[in-house]
T-cell receptor, first 115, second 117 residues
């Protein structure tokens, strides 16, 4: 099946710093990528939908200025958590769709811990 | 209203036995797709099986099968011959609209399956 990679897999940072997470579709082109956030023992919550070459669509309650998303190419989307705070600590998962197609593939996730 | 409902927070099954994980959904869109994902402790979301709303037959993928009852709006996952490696969280998800559209997946709250040796 299609592979989606995420980097880094784990990051620890100090409060106030910014963290960039990369999501790549390795063997297919993805015009649409999704960014999710998952708290312990909870389900995945969609943060934003990233479309190549255009601005991301953010879900209600997600601060676009805090969670910057850039979908620069058909194989790369980045999520930057700006001025991270401890409450931003979470598991961030990206997902990509192969177009055309039904399947949606997920990256391995990034565990962010803000001290 | 919840679009995806998984009523079983946790399930136990004996190794080599079959288990059914429940999922009901709510949509008014005649075109939709239903997905099941497995999330082991590592966190990776692993795609298991897909069922389209217009598919005539229940989807099957190896030991996984989807019991699709459209009138009841249910899409239960059946895992046959359970293995210890099946222990994980299982999420049911739905996408509304055309299968090739860019709509998002709505996830249920998940079911934690534990396979007992």
């Amino acid at each position: 099946g299609a592979v989606v990679s995420q980097h880094p897999s784990r990051v620890i940072c100090k409060s106030g710093t910014s963290v960039k997470i990369e999501c790549r579709s390795l063997d297919f082109q993805a015009t649409t990528m999704f960014w999710y956030r998952q708290f312990p023992k909870q389900s995945l919550m969609l943060m934003a939908t990233s479309n190549e070459g255009s601005k991301a669509t953010y879900e209600q309650g997600v601060e676009k200025d805090k969670f910057l998303i850039n979908h620069a190419s058909l194989t790369l989307s980045t999520l930057t958590v700006t001025s991270a705070h401890p409450e931003d600590s979470s598991f961030y998962i990206c997902s990509a769709r192969e177009v055309p197609g039904r399947a949606q593939y997920f990256g391995p996730g990034t565990r962010l811990l803000v001290l | 209203a919840q679009k995806i409902t998984q009523t079983q927070p946790g399930m136990f099954v004996q190794e080599k036995e079959a288990v059914t994980l429940d999922c009901t959904y709510d949509t008014s869109d005649p075109s939709y797709g239903l997905f099941w994902y497995k999330q082991p402790s590592s966190g990776e979301m692993i795609f298991l099986i897909y069922q389209g709303s217009y598919d005539q037959q229940n989807a099957t993928e190896g030991r996984y099968s989807l019991n699709f009852q459209k009138a009841r709006k249910s899409a239960n996952l059946v895992i046959s011959a359970s293995q210890l490696g099946d222990s994980a969280m299982y999420f049911c998800a739905m996408r509304e609209g055309h299968p090739t559209g860019a709509n998002n997946l709505f996830f249920g709250t998940g079911t934690r399956l534990t396979v007992i040796p």
